[in-house]
């Protein structure tokens, strides 16, 4: 396996970083470290080195699984089910539903994106990380919308290239609670990995810049809920989640971070989270390729009245 560093986990240690990038247990992570099968940027470290992001983590393939686990690739499964909105030599960009993970982890070894994925395209088994061909970022299981999958090692680069420059585009859109004063705004605030729960962030003065962009599209005084176009500065785990937790404006239908509430959208089941724009350099140099998804159904049945949204995606 060898994968870059992203965002979400520059500053971390980096037997954590190995933990989190291969769902190994800290106690195998730790035994691959000390035998030189687990190495940033070719070299053999401590487990408490800082990584940074875009650097790469290496380990050993054959030491990837644990026993428990089949260390065989993702098996193709042809029934997962996503929308293809782009398709060409080099990239892929699908529509993801809501409540499909993206990669086999603990938990989740079969059904997921990338089974779905290597059933449609099988080449792309060669690109990337065995355990996540083709795939350069991600979204959460309860978040739909957009994303661009390598396939071809030229897609790969290319891609990862721009995920770290930050010139990869993502726009997202947000119900949130509460009425969002003003009609843009900023949330500055740093990002760390919550000491309380390691599934989830929080804004902390030892986390890693974090910012985020919003506008308001629409608010409704009752239910008491705005509707907010959001778009990433920097590419923090949970960014947008995080933030407007921060700001005191959960996402509703987010039991993750305080925002599933009794009443309005409590049937939801995900949160109000959709990746509805993306934008890259293609990495065959024909320029910028820009992509939109329109609201889902759950999502925009949810809205409490009518909105003007960007452009002429919606209806």
């Known amino acids: 396996m060898r994968e870059i560093v992203p965002a979400a986990l520059a500053g971390e240690r980096f037997d954590r970083v190995v933990a989190l ?6 106690s195998r992570v730790a035994e691959l470290v000390s035998a030189g099968q687990a190495t940033l940027d070719g070299a053999v470290l401590s487990r408490s080195t800082r990584v940074e992001e875009g650097q790469w983590v290496e380990v050993d393939a054959d030491q990837l699984v644990p026993p428990e686990v089949d260390a065989e690739d ?6 997962v089910e996503f929308g293809i909105v782009h398709e060409d030599a080099d990239v892929i960009v699908i529509d993801k539903p809501a409540g499909l993970v993206v990669h086999p982890g603990s938990g989740n070894l079969t059904g997921t994106l990338v089974n779905g994925l290597v059933a449609r395209w099988p080449e792309l ?4 990380d065995r355990r996540r061909p083709g795939i350069v970022h991600r979204l959460d299981k309860g978040t739909s919308g957009l994303m661009v999958v390598a396939r071809s090692t030229r897609g790969f680069e290319s891609l ?9 585009s993502r726009r997202y859109l947000a119900l949130v609670w509460g ?3 003003g009609e843009k705004g900023v949330v500055d605030a740093p990002i760390g990995r919550s000491e309380r729960s390691p599934l989830r962030q929080t804004v902390s003065a030892s986390g890693r810049e974090a910012r985020t962009a919003y506008e308001v599209l629409g608010r409704w005084p009752e239910p008491g809920v705005t509707l907010l176009e959001c778009r990433l500065e920097t590419g923090r785990m949970h960014q947008i989640r995080v933030h407007l937790t921060a700001i005191g404006h959960a996402v509703v239908g987010d039991a993750g971070y305080r925002g599933d509430r009794q009443g309005f959208g409590e049937n939801l089941g995900r949160p109000f989270l959709h990746a ?4 890259f350099e293609h990495p065959d140099g024909g320029g910028l390729a820009t992509f939109e998804s329109r609201l889902p159904t759950d999502l925009a049945d949810l809205l409490p009245g009518e909105v003007e949204l960007p452009h002429a995606w919606f209806s």
Do not use: F, S
């Open 179 to 181: 009425i969002v004063e």
């Open 125 to 128: 088994a060669g690109v990337g």
């Open 21 to 26: 990038l291969t769902g190994l247990t800290r």
């Open 74 to 79: 993702p098996g193709a499964e042809p029934d």
């Open 160 to 168: 990862g290239l721009q995920l770290r420059r930050r010139a990869v």
């Open 276 to 279: 509805w724009r993306l934008a």
